[in-house]
């Protein structure tokens, strides 16, 4: 069984914009965490997909990433470096809430590791039903398609099917239903590791984006006859995707 992508984060160097930004865009419920903690829970009250969190960079650098559940953490920080990769964050522990830790990949794009947890009787388990935008689709492109396919299959057991674009593998994590799928590949010039958000009209939401203080970096771009994508760079600057699948 692989690792599932469980959770999503966006921050930057002052949060309050992107908890503006992500809520006037997308219709989610922001909580922030009390105790004078720089971090808003995202609810995206989707119904589906993935919840996740806005907070406050403590050097200055924006980031966007999503979260891959493991057991024990350790021994897949010591296993990512082995691949080529590096430990960002040592692990964290919040007691009672989350144990989390973070790495780069060889490319150097984050990606964050949280502690499998036994869930908490009457706690919701992800995003609750309502109009909001879901996130449920993660995406990793590096520089080099095959070392970038090595690294996520070596550390998380995930399986790739090929059909896509030529360096471009749809990832099944392999985790019995639980969290999110996505895909893995090579970018050209790009260079992220990123969710993207299901939306009714990818133009539309280009649009939003940039009437809010988002950059659009593509799109609307035709994956098929019934998909489309597109991304946008959000006032921090972090890469943030958009697509929307109709009908057959």
Known sequence: MGNPVV?????????EPLVRFYGALFGWDL???????????VDTRAGGGVNGGIGKSSTGEPWATFYVEADDLQPVL????????KTAMPIVEVPGMVTFAMFTDPDGLLVGLVKREEPQEGVAQGPSAGDGAAVDWFEVLGSDA?????FYTGLFGWKLNDSGFPGYGLVDTDAAGRGIQ???GAGGDSRWATVYASVPDVEQALVRAAQLGGTRLYGPNAVDDHTQTGAFRDPAGNVFGVY???EH
């Open 244 to 246: 929307h699948h109709g």
């Open 182 to 184: 996505g895909g893995v």
């Open 146 to 150: 095959a070392r970038t396919r090595a």
């Open 7 to 15: 959770h999503f984060e966006i921050g930057g160097p002052d949060d």
């Open 31 to 41: 909580k922030k965490v009390p105790g004078g903690i720089y971090y808003t829970l």
């Open 78 to 85: 010591d296993k990512a470096e082995s691949l080529g990769g």
